[in-house]
């Protein structure tokens, strides 16, 4: 039987992001490296120390022997005293290159869209939605002619979207993603059933129900009644998720009008009560200005608003607690009002290239003081990773500068105010892989509004973390070719893991950058949730 300990001490080299990369008046966005220590409770899988000067052996033994520890797989029950507090040590090799980061935050992914992830053709934005995604999104519930003669009842979920959800909850773990901004549909036991995967899973989870009811824009075979069943279909998933998770401690719910154009006033309107109704108020997640046809049609549905952003403000969607995803197009009266507000921006590059959207202008935001996070947006994203979406942001950050509506929004800023908001530089758009990882991060931590307890290991933080593995130098004594000469073919256990190529010439910072470039989920060794084991590669 597993013996009980107080704290896991994690030993070996600890990597995260330091400041945040707005404004060219604060520093640069570094990576941090500490090697030695840190130790997390048991009882709440928080942060209680470090010690970086237990970064070798007789300074480990050091702090082993000043806290009074006992490593509780070295000991036996009768050499333990009273005054001792047992531990459980988890190790990062040196020699495999291996290190600690804080865990990737996915603040926007459609969970039952993973079927279709690399499915997009050449389709953009609305004819996707046709296409694709409300077609593969319906087969979460029963309609009722599937009921008609079946011993099935309205209530349950289909077998097949219960396997999906427990996949796109594996596999994002797998791929080191310690909490996730979910989109789910608008089926309410598909919905709570998500939840109750992320639970048990022990992936940290914002899960909402879509609210789809504008009979003029969603698909009869998929859509709410009409808006007072919407407001009560997403009542009953959050209450659902208060009983699985009272103190909201992994899961929580977030209210969902999918967009603008899927929901009628009544919807929004009541969905901005519902927000309030709740202390603190419920998160909210949506969709803006993700593509050029898309506001056309919103201008066209809400003449009566100024803008895209202002239709959610018009009925208190827009709040410190609301994830929109996209942005692309924000104008910049939509931005201010967004930072007025301070709702955040998910990020999401791989899906905006994927779909033809265009190019975010992320320095933009944090210039203005938005807060941005990553999202995959599986599967307008084709990846369920976010370090694809790290990778992704560095590269579209590079091409922005060239674009054409770019070079013209510059002009015309300096038509209108003698001058650009900042100096148009190519080299000012770029992201670097640094400013990047932040928003994997502790980016990702502000925009679902836990940057006290997520996305660092600074003491008092959750342990959300993953342990990468790059690997070795590939050892030549070990390669089956130099060992034809005996007729021997071992295992090879040293070398590098997944893509990684290492010369051992490289620097801890060059180390970093070959991950992020080259790097996949075999790198990702293991994953913690609020200190829990959730997913270890075998
Ligand atoms: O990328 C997107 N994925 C979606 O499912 C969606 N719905 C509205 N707008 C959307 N954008």
């Known amino acids: 039987m597993a013996q009980p300990y107080v704290y896991t001490v994690y030993r070996g080299t600890f990597i995260q992001t330091s400041c945040p990369p707005d404004s060219s008046t604060s520093p640069r966005t570094e990576l941090v490296r500490n090697r030695g220590a840190l130790w997390v409770s048991t009882a709440d899988g928080r942060i209680k120390g470090s010690d970086w000067q237990a970064h070798d052996d007789q300074g480990f033994r050091a702090l082993m022997s000043r806290m009074n520890w006992i490593d509780v797989d070295a000991s036996t029950t009768n050499g333990f005293h009273v005054e001792e507090i047992k531990v459980k040590i988890v190790r990062a090799s040196e020699g ?10 996915d603040t926007h992914i459609h969970a039952p869209q ?13 004819d996707w939605l046709e296409k694709y995604t409300f077609p593969v999104e319906s ?38 993603t310690t909490c996730a901004s979910y989109f789910a549909t608008i089926h309410v036991p598909a919905t709570n059933a998500l939840a109750a995967l992320c639970h048990s899973r022990g ?26 069943d919407s407001l009560s279909a997403s009542r009953s998933t959050i209450d659902y998720i208060h009983r699985l998770d009272p103190k909201g401690v ?7 009008p999918r967009f603008a154009p899927t929901c009628t006033r009544a919807a929004l309107e009541g969905l901005g009560k519902m927000a309030a109704e709740f202390n603190p108020p419920l998160h909210i ?21 100024d803008s895209y952003a202002a239709v959610y403000d018009r009925y208190d969607l827009l709040t410190k607690r609301t994830i929109l995803a996209h942005a692309v197009h924000l104008t910049p009266e939509e931005r201010q009002l967004v930072r007025q507000r301070d709702a955040k921006i998910s990020h999401c590059p791989a899906s905006n290239s994927a779909l033809g959207s265009g190019i975010a202008p992320v320095r933009t935001f944090l210039d203005d003081g938005i807060k941005v996070g990553l999202g995959t947006d599986v599967s307008g994203g084709y990846s369920p990773s976010i370090l694809e979406a790290v990778r992704q942001t560095c590269l579209v950050s590079r091409l922005l500068g060239h674009t054409a509506s770019f070079k013209q929004s510059k002009t015309e800023q300096v038509q209108e105010n003698g001058h650009a908001d900042k100096k148009p530089s190519l080299d000012r758009e770029k992201l670097s892989v640094e400013e990047s990882l932040y ?4 980016g990702g931590a502000a925009v679902v509004d836990m940057a006290a307890d997520l996305g660092g290991f600074d003491e008092g933080m959750i342990w959300d973390a993953q342990l990468i593995e790059l690997g070795s130098v590939q050892d030549v004594t070990q390669s089956p070719l130099s060992q034809q000469n005996n007729g021997v073919c071992s295992l090879i256990k ?32 293991a994953v913690w949730v609020g200190g829990r084991l959730v997913h270890s590669r075998s």
């Open 494 to 525: 040293s070398g590098p893991v997944g893509n990684v190529d290492l010369f051992e010439t490289e620097t801890w910072e060059e180390k970093i950058h070959k991950w992020v470039w080259s790097g996949d989920d075999r790198n990702v060794k």
């Open 203 to 228: 992936q940290r989870a914002f899960i909402g129900r879509v609210c789809m009811d504008n009979p003029d824009f969603c698909p009869s075979y998929y859509k709410d009644i009409s808006a007072e």
């Open 139 to 176: 087969k979460f519930g029963f309609q009722a002619d599937q009921l008609q003669g079946k011993n099935t009842l309205p209530e349950s979920t289909p077998a097949s979207a219960l396997r999906i959800y427990d996949q796109v909850v594996a596999r994002t773990l797998s791929h080191g």
């Open 285 to 305: 997640q949506t969709h803006i200005s993700e593509n050029t046809n898309e506001i056309a049609l919103v201008k066209e549905l809400f003449p009566e608003a």
């Open 96 to 105: 495999r290159n291996e290190f600690f980061f804080p865990g990737f935050i």
């Open 114 to 126: 993973f079927p279709n992830v690399g499915l997009f053709g050449s389709s953009t934005l609305l």
């Open 439 to 442: 928003l994997a991060t502790r």
């Open 250 to 256: 992994l899961v929580k719910p977030i209210l969902t």
